[in-house]
């Protein structure tokens, strides 16, 4: 059984810097494509990402097996996403923070069509 255990979210002001790790277990980590998603509390995303199952979350970032990357245009120069295979694990170091990243963020891994997901962590962003 596949499990992803996100960390590291919290509270931080405008400007700040978190870092979300991903641990994963139950897959071969290495030929996953893994990807942060995040819904903002209380509202429905309508992505362009729509294949996400579930309630539809907003794609920031994925890194596939070969390590090629893709963010969402609202993050793109603030985050970065990276893998660590020897420790099954995915980050997002997410730097100068906005209050409209204000979200939960979750993980998920895509191995062979199949999708799995944590179960989130909230960021905030407020002064």
């Not at 255990?5 to 400007?15: D, I, M, R, T």
């Not at 596939?64 to 120069?77: I, L, R």
Request: glycine share 12%; proline share 4%.
């Amino acid at each position: 059984q596949v499990q992803l255990v996100e960390s590291g979210g919290g509270l931080v002001q405008p400007g700040g810097s978190l870092r979300l790790s991903c641990a994963a277990s139950g897959l071969i980590f290495d030929l996953a494509t893994m990807g942060w998603y995040r819904r903002a509390p209380g509202k429905r995303h309508v992505g362009w990402d729509q294949q996400a199952p579930g309630p539809q979350r907003e794609l920031v970032a994925a890194v596939t097996s070969g390590g090629s990357t893709n963010y969402a245009d609202s993050v793109k120069g603030r985050f970065t996403i990276s893998r660590d295979n020897a420790k099954n694990t995915v980050y997002l170091q997410m730097n100068d923070l906005k209050p409209e990243d204000t979200a939960n963020y979750y993980c998920k891994a895509d191995l062979d069509g199949m999708d799995s997901w944590g179960r989130g962590t909230l960021v905030t962003v407020s002064s």
